[in-house]
Every structure is written in structure tokens, then in C-alpha cells.
């Protein structure tokens, strides 16, 4: 914010740190060990009196000497002016707070320059002794010059209480100070070995003996694998220094430095295998080129450990104190929503309007990602980052950017600047269209109403669904998270006074009228253990019915007969609802749906979650679908409604998208459910249809907002222990007040407990619903029974959700069926005195539960 930006593109996103940086600190490196492996070498050709020997160590020192002095030192001063064109808030902090480290470290490379020159000029005028010492001395200086910029990189990743103090002791000192000085001097040595591979092969033979070349390289061979075991040794002492997060950086957040951490293993491995094979002896035409394969393992193995180190510290440039995009953090937290560009020193434009929003994007991406994303090139492309997105799914990434991805910093800016944003990079980078929400217009479903007759009828067969809403979270062939299925449970009672609960001597079937899925076969309904009725736990049933079109409301026919005659006893029809409306493509792009209604989620929206996954969890989940294999998510993440186990420490199903997207869609209060679940009010399911929504609640009333809701599931998960729980909760503020206050719940075990409003089955008090939990699953609504044990709560009230008198978007009697065929009225069953559908007579007592018979 504080200086001008380098505006890049292709070439942004660290390209020329990388290109620079890299080949430099190889060169680096290289000066450092060559310097010691220069002088021993000397010594050991001086006490084997071989010329040759002798001719070969200063030839390595004129290569030594151009390599260091000319193309390091060029690429040093390289460093400098790109560091300070794209970082110049870090680069100024650096100077500023090392100044006289910078200093000492320029005295010790002066001494470089001129103790190296000295001994390569002096090699045949000096004393052997004198000139030996004067390579020592040329490798104190470098080492010394090793020592005083490892304090100061190091302290880039680990400032350690630098942060409280500002003291140059502290920074420099910082927490991994020594082990990374081990571990830089280790590869020091080690690239030592391997550039002597490279000039111990062009050794001539000396008066037609090899004998000489031969010695040097398995003594360069030894030389490069003792320092090589070490590198090892070091970095898992450098790993294990680091501070919590940064560790957790390396080891469990991000599989792009998990496997950078991988190479530096293979790269080590190749070095090893390398030094033992050029060891053995072999024509010169084969040693040469494969000594300079050797020397890219060198390369591989700095630079794989300088990406690890790099990325270890994201989102920060310096760690706790300026981001990786070069803003400080407490500028960052300044800015608030006067926004970014109105405080920005070196904005272009100060503020976003309808007209300059693209363009106003773009300089945001400037100033906030191009320091590490390119666009279209080489290095963190951010297109195929965007792709997965849409607008809004992009506008709610960068409202939490830090708290989705810990390796990015937050976005600066108010809400018409991150819209800004997301709207350059999903229109004006990939050509996308803003996304409307169009109302679907429904069409009414016909509904008939069975018969009864209460002079003639002697059984009442009363069935409800287990969820008010069964949603099927499918993408075909990509994973599947809920597949089409639904409860039903139904009970049989042979009016009288008292009426009977019929268990025994008959079949209960249900099948599912105009189906496409199962072909309307009846399914066999069974004794629920513990409980005085029916149930089918997995009626297969699907929202579009055998002619295509969508109904989130299908009708299921049940029957009651005689086991041994077959004849009919009883026969109702019931709403078993099922929606595959879920708005994954609102927020995660490809095409809007698979069917003309809105609803479905697309191979192509499927492949983007799985791709984000893949980011954020170090999974393989997209490339296991392309290879031909279907995810599915409950055989890692647990789901109680389903029965999936789950692997152990992993979060549940509930837990883990609920705790991630809190803080992708935070303070959208009911909106936050209607992006994933069917209950936005003009869309085509809208499934908040019962008393409750009539009523003016919504799903925040009893369930808490977004924020809320994921913060009881984490909290129960954090208890069991499982892995991400305590994470997810630091990143989410809850809308109802402090976390402590929400208590904890198990995903479908506990939920709202209807008589925490309806104390004593009094007039509700809603502001008591959120946060008083079933203790049990036998406690839950649709499992719970009246006082008397008789009767299951939503046979008389209907499910969750579509409490009696409903109104169904599809026809307004579809989901009182069973009111309307028992009693002609669409209340609770019983209602407006209406005992003797069941009872035969009237009755003046409230016998299922209290307040049930109201007096006048």
C-alpha cells in the first residue's frame, strides 16, 4: 500500500524469483562447500605429488572462480533489484531492521572476492603452506557469509520474538537459525562434491595412467555422500524447529509443499545414486554427460528445499508481519471498509462503480494477487484457480480467503471491492456471465384423497417421511453424498375405545406412485425395533418422476392386508419428498443444472469440488474419477443419517461442510441454507411448506445461522478429537454470540427439541428452539412418542417441516392427505375434536400429551 507495484501477468506470480533466486543460491551454495573441497583438494594432490592432480585443482579453481565470483555475483545484485520491484515493503523491512547484518555480511563477501583472487593468482608464487591457508581463510569468509544471511532468511519464515521486541538479536537468533545453518552447510558441501564430479572427469590420464582421475573422483565420491547423510539429518531437525502452523504448513496443509518435501528425498536419493555410479570406473564419453546429470540433482535438492521454506511461511512474506503480497498486516487491518483502494497510496482508481468494476478488479488483482499468481503463465496460474468458481462463489472465497486457504492472506477491501474482484477474474479473465436467480414457476400437482368411511372402517393407517425433505446430493459419475432414497415409517391401528395398535398378522407394502426409479414396485415395510410400527429405511425414489418432469413431492401409497387372506385393511397415500435441488453451481461454476429446473449438480460442478478438495486436503479425489471410480464422501466422513462410519479422526459429513462454508457465506442468516438446501421461496422445491413456516420462521429460528449451526456440530467433534474440528472453529464468529454459549450436538442424533418452545405443549416461545438439543436419538421428533407410548409425534402432526395444515407448492392439500382422509379438516389428527377416528367416540381428556384437548 505504501509503494508503487510492478504490474506483471505472465510472468508474475514469483517467475523471476524463481528464475533468479534459484540459480543463484545453487551458485551460492556451491561457493561456500567448493571452497573447503578446493583447498583439501589441494592438500591431497600436494601429498600424493601428482601434477596432474595438482594442474586439475587449479583448473577447478579458474571454474570455481567464474562460475562464484561472475555469475553469482551477477545473479546476487539480479536478486536485489527484483526483490525490490516485487516485495519493496519486505525488502525495506530487511534493510531497516539488518542493516549492520547487511553490513558484515558485505565485509565477509569483500573478503570472499579478494582471499579467492589471492589464491587462484598465487597458486604457483605463494608458499604451499601460505597458499593453503589463504583457501581456508577464502572458505571462513564464505561460510561467515553463509552464517549472516541464513539468520536473516530464517528470520523471514521465523521471526520468533522479534515480533514483540524488534530486537536484531531476537530476529536474527530466530527459531531455526541453527538447524537451517546446519542444513545449508551440509549442502554446501554436498553441491561441492557434485560440481567436482564435473572437472574430476576431464582429468587427463598422466603418462597413460588413469590412476589419478580415478582417485579424485571416488574421493569426490566419498565427499559428496558423507554431507549428503547429513543433509537428511539436518532437515529433519529444521522441520521439526519449526513452530506449530509453519510445521502444519509443510506436513498437513498443502499438498504442493508436501511434495516439494518429497523431492528433496528423491533429489537427495538421485544425488547419492549418482556419486556411487560415477565412483565406479567407466569411459570418459559416459562420465561426463552423466557427471553433469548429477549436478541437476543438486539443483533439484536446494531448490526443492527453498520452495519448502518459501511456501512454509505463506500467507506471510515475513511471518506475522507482512503478507505475501507485501501489504503489513496492520495496514491491512487499517484499511477496513473505507476499502482498499481509497487508502491505497499508488491506486489508479479509488473506487469501484458500476461503470470501471471490471477494470477496478483488475487493479486489485494487481496490488493484491499478482505478486504471486500469474495469469497465463508459468508460475500459480490463477485461471485454472478461478475456473472452479463462479462470481459469487469467488466474491464469498475472498470474504474468508485466509480462513478457506491458510496459505493465502486475506483480502483487503469492502464488499464492492471483493465483488470487483471476483467479477475481473470470472468475467474479465474467463469470459463467464453473471449468474440470475430466476423464480421457477410450479405447476400444480393433482392430489385425490383416499376414502373412509368411520361407520364402516374399522382401521386408520397412519405413514409419514422420516425427513421433512430428503435431498439426493449426487453428481453422475463424479461422487455421490446422499443417494435418491427415503424413510417411511407407518403405524396400523383398529379403532375402538381404546384403539389397537396392529403389529402382528399383517404385511405393510409402500410404493411409490409414477416412479421412475424402482418402477412403482411395492417395497415391504417391517416392525421398527423398539417401536409399534412399520418402517422402509431406503425406498428408492427419485424428484423426477417416469415422464421426466420435476416433483419434489411424490406420492406413496401404503397398504395394510390381512396376512393370510391378502385382503385390504386400510390404505392412505403419503408425501415422501426428495429433492436434488442444491446450488453447488452458484458458487463452484459449471453448468447451472442438469435439468430445465434448476436442480442437479453437473459432472463439471462436481469435478470443481473436487478439485478444491484436492487443494485444500492433499487428496487425489479428481484424479481418481477420471479414472473411472465414483466418490463417495460418507466412506471417509461419517454420516449418522446413512449409518456411514466414516474414517476415523476424519470430521463427519455435516461437520465438514458446515464448518467449511460458515465462513464462505457468513451473516446470509436463512440465505446461507437456501445456497446448498431447497428452501429458497421462489425456487423449485421450496421445502419450508409446514405450521412453522406460516408462522414467519425460518430455518435459523431452530437450527442457529450458518455460523452457528457449525459451530455446535465442530464442538462435538473437537470432544471426540477428530482431526480440522478446532481449526474450522477459530475461523468461524458466531451471529448469536459467543461460542461458549452453543452448546454441542451429534449431526442427526441431536436436534431442536420441540418441547424447549413448547413448554408443557404451551404456546411456543421460539427464542428458546436454538441451542436445546435432543439428549437422544429416541428424543427426536420422529422418533419420539406421545405420553402414553401409542403414537409416533409426526403420525399425528406430520414430518418435520410440513407440520399439519402444510402448504405444498404443488398443490396445497399434497402433504395433508391423511388429515383430509381421516377428519376432513387439515390439522393435527385429532384436532377440532375429531377423537373418534380413532377412538369411535369423542373424548374430553388430553391423553397423548398435555394441552392436547383445548378447553373453551
Known amino acids: 500500500m505504501e509503494y508503487p507495484i510492478w504490474h506483471l501477468t505472465t510472468l508474475a506470480g514469483g517467475f523471476w524469483i524463481a528464475l533468479i533466486g534459484t540459480f543463484h543460491v545453487f551458485l551460492a551454495h556451491f561457493a561456500v562447500g567448493g571452497g573447503l573441497y578446493l583447498t583439501l583438494s589441494e592438500i591431497y594432490a600436494r601429498r600424493s605429488g601428482s601434477p596432474a592432480l595438482l594442474a586439475h ?30 516485495s519493496p515493503q519486505g525488502t525495506s523491512t ?57 539468520g536473516i532468511v530464517g528470520f523471514m519464515l521465523t521471526p520468533g520474538r522479534w515480533l514483540v521486541t524488534h530486537n536484531f538479536w531476537d530476529g536474527f537468533f530466530n527459531p531455526t537459525f541453527w538447524p537451517q545453518c546446519a542444513l545449508r552447510t551440509a549442502i554446501a558441501l554436498t553441491l561441492a562434491g557434485l560440481f567436482g564430479f564435473v572437472t574430476a572427469t576431464r582429468i587427463p590420464d598422466e603418462n597413460g595412467s588413469d590412476q589419478a582421475r580415478e582417485g579424485m573422483m571416488r574421493l569426490t565420491a566419498a565427499w559428496t555422500l558423507v554431507p549428503l547423510l ?118 489508479r482508481i479509488r473506487e469501484v462503480t458500476p461503470a470501471n468494476r471490471l477494470a477496478a478488479g483488475a487493479e486489485l488483482y494487481q496490488h493484491q494477487c499478482a505478486s504471486c499468481h500469474s495469469i497465463g503463465g508459468p508460475m500459480n496460474d490463477i485461471k485454472p ?47 463467464g456471465q453473471p449468474l440470475a436467480e430466476a423464480p421457477v414457476a410450479l405447476a400444480e400437482l393433482p392430489t385425490d384423497i383416499p376414502a373412509f368411511d368411520p361407520a364402516r372402517d374399522e382401521y386408520v393407517l397412519l405413514a409419514w417421511s422420516g425427513l421433512g425433505m430428503h435431498m439426493a446430493v449426487e453428481a453422475q459419475g463424479v461422487f455421490s453424498l446422499r443417494p435418491a432414497t427415503a424413510e417411511l415409517s407407518a403405524q396400523l391401528l383398529k379403532r375402538g375405545d381404546p384403539p389397537a395398535r396392529i403389529t402382528d398378522g399383517v404385511d405393510l407394502t409402500c410404493a411409490v406412485e409414477g416412479a421412475k426409479e424402482g418402477g412403482g414396485q411395492p417395497v415391504e415395510m417391517k416392525i421398527l425395533e423398539g417401536r409399534d410400527w412399520f418402517q422402509a429405511p431406503a425406498v428408492p425414489i427419485s424428484p423426477r418422476g417416469a415422464s421426466g418432469g420435476f416433483n419434489p413431492y411424490p406420492l406413496v401409497t401404503v397398504e395394510a392386508r390381512d396376512a393370510a387372506t391378502k385382503t385390504v385393511l386400510a390404505r392412505t397415500r403419503a408425501v415422501l419428498p426428495v429433492s436434488d435441488e442444491v446450488g453447488c453451481a452458484s458458487c463452484h461454476g459449471g453448468s447451472r443444472a442438469v435439468n430445465a429446473t434448476g436442480s442437479g449438480i453437473s459432472p463439471e460442478t462436481g469435478q470443481n469440488i473436487l478439485r ?22 460418507t466412506s471417509c466422513h461419517a ?15 455435516s461437520s465438514a461442510l458446515h464448518g467449511f462454508h460458515a465462513s464462505t457465506l457468513k451473516g446470509r442468516g436463512a440465505e446461507a441454507c437456501a445456497r446448498c438446501h431447497p428452501s429458497r421461496p421462489e425456487g423449485a422445491t421450496r421445502f419450508l411448506r409446514g405450521l412453522h413456516a406460516q408462522a414467519g420462521l425460518d430455518c435459523t429460528t431452530c437450527h442457529g445461522a450458518l455460523e452457528d449451526h457449525a459451530v455446535g456440530l465442530l464442538k462435538r467433534e473437537q470432544e471426540a478429537g477428530r482431526r480440522g474440528a478446532r481449526r474450522l472453529l477459530t475461523q468461524i464468529t458466531p451471529q448469536s454470540g459467543p461460542q461458549a454459549g452453543i452448546p454441542p450436538r451429534t449431526a442427526w442424533i441431536q436436534t431442536p427439541d420441540c418441547l424447549a418452545c413448547h413448554q408443557g405443549f404451551g404456546a411456543p416461545d421460539p427464542s428458546r428452539a436454538f441451542g436445546n438439543w435432543t439428549r437422544t ?43 383430509l382422509q381421516y377428519q376432513k379438516l387439515a390439522r393435527p389428527l385429532g384436532a377440532g375434536g375429531n377423537c373418534p377416528m380413532c377412538h369411535k367416540v369423542r373424548k374430553t381428556d388430553s391423553l397423548h400429551h398435555p394441552n392436547m384437548i383445548r378447553k373453551p
Open 94 to 150: 530487511l534493510v531497516k531492521t539488518f542493516v549492520y547484518g547487511f553490513a558484515t555480511e558485505w565485509v565477509f563477501f569483500l573478503g570472499e572476492i579478494v582471499a579467492l583472487l589471492v589464491y587462484y593468482y598465487g597458486f604457483e608464487r605463494m608458499d604451499p603452506r601460505d597458499h593453503i591457508r589463504m583457501g581456508l581463510l577464502y572458505f571462513l569468509f564464505a561460510w561467515l557469509s553463509l552464517f549472516m544471511i541464513n
Open 639 to 653: 454420516d449418522p443419517l446413512s449409518g456411514a462410519e466414516g474414517k476415523d479422526r476424519l470430521l463427519g459429513i
Open 230 to 347: 547429513a543433509c537428511f539429518a539436518a532437515g529433519w531437525w529444521y522441520v521439526q524447529a519449526l513452530p506449530e502452523a509453519q510445521r502444519e504448513m509443510v506436513l498437513l496443509r498443502s499438498e504442493r509443499i508436501g511434495g516439494f518435501l518429497r523431492l528433496f528425498q528423491y533429489f537427495g536419493a538421485a544425488a547419492a545414486l549418482g556419486a556411487l555410479v560415477l565412483a565406479v570406473k567407466m569411459p570418459r564419453s559416459v562420465r561426463f554427460p552423466l557427471a553433469l546429470c548429477v549436478l541437476l540433482t543438486g539443483w533439484g535438492i536446494i531448490g526443492s528445499f527453498e520452495f519448502v521454506r518459501e511456501a512454509a511461511r505463506k500467507p506471510y512474506l515475513i511471518y506475522g508481519h507482512t503478507y505475501s503480497n507485501g501489504m503489513r498486516v496492520d495496514a491491512a487491518l487499517a484499511a477496513g471498509e473505507a476499502g482498499y483502494l481509497a487508502t491505497a497510496k499508488w491506486a
Open 612 to 633: 478444491i478438495h484436492d487443494r485444500l486436503n492433499r487428496t487425489r479425489l479428481a484424479a481418481q474419477v477420471r479414472a473411472g471410480q465414483v466418490v463417495a464422501c
Open 777 to 819: 436419538a429416541a428424543e427426536r421428533f420422529k422418533s419420539r412418542q406421545d405420553e402414553m407410548g401409542a403414537l409416533s409425534c409426526p403420525a399425528c402432526h406430520g414430518a418435520q417441516h410440513a407440520l399439519y395444515p402444510a402448504k405444498n407448492p404443488y398443490g396445497r392439500d399434497r402433504d395433508d392427505i391423511q388429515p
Open 385 to 431: 484457480w478461478a475456473a472452479t468458481l463462479t462470481a459469487e462463489g469467488l466474491a464469498g472465497l475472498l470474504e474468508s480467503l485466509n480462513l478457506a486457504n491458510p496459505a493465502m492472506p486475506p483480502f483487503v477491501g469492502n464488499r464492492l471491492e471483493r465483488e470487483a474482484l471476483a467479477a475481473f477474474l470470472a468475467e474479465g479473465l474467463l469470459g
Open 57 to 86: 585443482v587449479k583448473k577447478h579453481t579458474r571454474f570455481f572462480l567464474l562460475v562464484t565470483m561472475v555469475a553469482g555475483g551477477v545473479t546476487g545484485v539480479g536478486i536485489w533489484f527484483t526483490i525490490g520491484l516485487l
